[in-house]
């Protein structure tokens, strides 16, 4: 009887109520989201699809739709079967049975933990347009019994959506297990070959690409500062000029005292100078041949007969 309603649940997606822990199985398989996102499989996460109108035609529930809440479970290895036979047991707290610190690290782990993804109500058949997922290990390493930790990197993990009742934290519905989702298995950095022989040529390629333009892009901005700083240096240069002694430049030195100058005009001057001055003075004496007596002699009659005549300055001329 059991079996011929579970033929009829997994054909027509009805919901059929077993004899066994009257736990309502729905013909909903989670799987990976189909959206070609990054990172929907990763070492210790997977990204899968929202329950959407999983649960929502379900009828007989414990509790409403705005009461029952949606969780997730994540199995690897054993887990599947430990948590297929912890539900049944209706004294049993499944929320508690295995928590995320200790799920995969017991003595025996239970290799499985719960994590809860929403109310009943908050998943309908309706949705508004948009992407829908739920990742799995998303809050990393915690350290709460349902929180959403981590999975065992490199390990094959199987999930399902369970509806709980909050009142009993019982299992009333659940979906079927997944299929068998491989995690990525990580690399010690060490073994990793980083040669030219393990590089594409595509890689080559577009690393050459880059090399040139950034050579291109540094000669462009030397070029860019010379062109900006031409006018200030020309500017600079124009403003103190520098005259040119053949190949030496040396800066011009211009004093203001200087500038438009006037000659000194002193009458007196200029008379002392004409009364002194005696045309009739060789010019081709040399003084080297003359004696001293000699050329005061001359000089006496000089001022005699020439500076001191009619100069009415002197009381006893020559």
């Known amino acids: 009887m059991a079996l011929a309603g579970l033929a009829v649940t997994l054909f027509f997606g009805v919901p059929f109520c077993t004899a066994a822990g009257q736990i309502t199985a729905v013909n909903y398989v989670p799987e990976i989201t189909p959206y070609k996102m990054a990172g929907r499989v990763t070492s210790s996460t997977v990204t899968v699809k929202q329950p959407t109108c999983y649960f929502e035609n379900l009828s007989n529930m414990p509790c409403t ?46 290799n499985y933990f719960l994590t809860e993804v929403g109310v009943q109500k908050a998943f309908p058949c309706q949705q508004p347009f948009g992407i829908l997922y739920f990742r799995v290990g998303d809050q990393g390493n915690c350290s709460t019994p349902n929180c959403n930790g981590i999975l065992p990197a490199g390990s094959t993990v199987s999930v399902k959506y369970v509806l709980v009742d909050p009142r009993r934290n019982n299992v009333s519905s659940e979906t079927p297990w997944s299929k068998s ?22 890689m080559i ?74 045309p009739e003075v060789p010019t081709k004496y040399s003084y080297s041949n003359v004696s001293p007596q000699s050329l005061g002699s001359l000089n006496a009659q000089r001022y005699e007969h020439n500076n001191l005549k009619d100069d009415g300055r002197y009381a006893n001329p020559l």
């Not at 949606?70 to 887990?79: P, R, T």
């Not at 020309?234 to 006037?262: A, E, F, I």
């Open 65 to 110: 739709p705005d009461q029952c809440q949606v969780w997730l479970v994540a199995a690897v290895g054993s887990g599947t079967n430990n948590f297929d036979a912890d539900k049944l047991q209706s004294s049993f707290n499944i929320l508690s049975a295995s928590p995320y610190p200790t799920a995969f690290t017991g003595n025996p782990p239970k």
């Open 181 to 202: 989702i491989t995690l990525y298995t990580l690399k010690d950095p060490a073994s990793l070959d980083d040669g030219i022989g393990e590089r594409s040529a595509g």
């Open 205 to 278: 390629v577009i690393t050459s690409i880059l090399s040139v333009l950034l050579a291109l892009l540094l000669l462009m901005l030397c070029t860019g500062l010379i062109y900006a700083n031409r006018g200030k240096l020309c500017q600079q240069y124009k403003s103190t000029p520098y005259p040119t002694l053949g190949s030496l430049r040396l800066k011009k030195y211009d004093t203001h005292q200087l500038k438009n100058p006037v000659a000194y005009n002193q009458q007196t001057f200029q008379n002392e100078v004409k009364k002194y001055s005696d």
